[in-house]
């Protein structure tokens, strides 16, 4: 009976050990894919105009201590592995949100710029046409004016 249990303790804890290298290996596996997802939102921030240096630094952070829990892993140490596995999990995650809302905010001061620009062109060119006509209607009355004010002459033959 106690060989049995003693048996039956091994196997046990062995299925604990593969459980936990399962769930290690899949949290590496979705902390890797979150990274990339967060990298891809910091990419589409970048090229909607948005301030991404920050973003980019805690992305470079995630991405160490993503190689750390990756190293953990292969040396043995699972525990280490799946903790650092979370964090960067979480911090991927934040990098996403953070990333999006920057690329949102980005896009909205592009189109506010751009309404910005188109108004002040309009009344730029409005104020434009209405100085040269005033300019115009000036040079009329004065050339009118001294035309009237010609005394005109008589050739005789």
């Known amino acids: 009976m106690f060989v049995f249990l003693a048996f039956g303790s091994c196997l046990f804890g062995g299925y604990n050990v593969f459980a936990q290298t399962d769930q290690t290996a899949s949290k590496l596996q979705a902390a890797n894919s979150a990274v990339g997802q967060a990298f891809n939102a910091v990419s589409d921030a970048e090229k909607a105009g948005a301030n991404v240096t920050g973003l980019l630094a805690q992305l470079n952070v995630a991405a160490g201590d993503l190689a750390q829990a990756e190293i953990s892993y292969r040396t043995g140490d699972s525990n280490t592995a799946l903790a650092q596995a979370t964090n960067v999990v979480t911090v991927a995650q934040e990098v996403t949100t953070s990333a999006q809302d920057a ?14 620009t188109i108004a002040f062109t309009v ?20 050339y009118i004016k001294s035309l009237s004010d010609a005394k005109p002459e008589l050739i005789s033959q």
Do not use: D, H, T
């Open 103 to 116: 690329k949102q905010s980005a896009l909205v001061s592009s189109q506010n710029g751009l309404w910005l």
């Open 123 to 142: 009344i730029v060119g409005l104020v434009f046409v209405l100085v040269l006509f005033w300019v115009w209607r000036w040079f009329k009355r004065r």
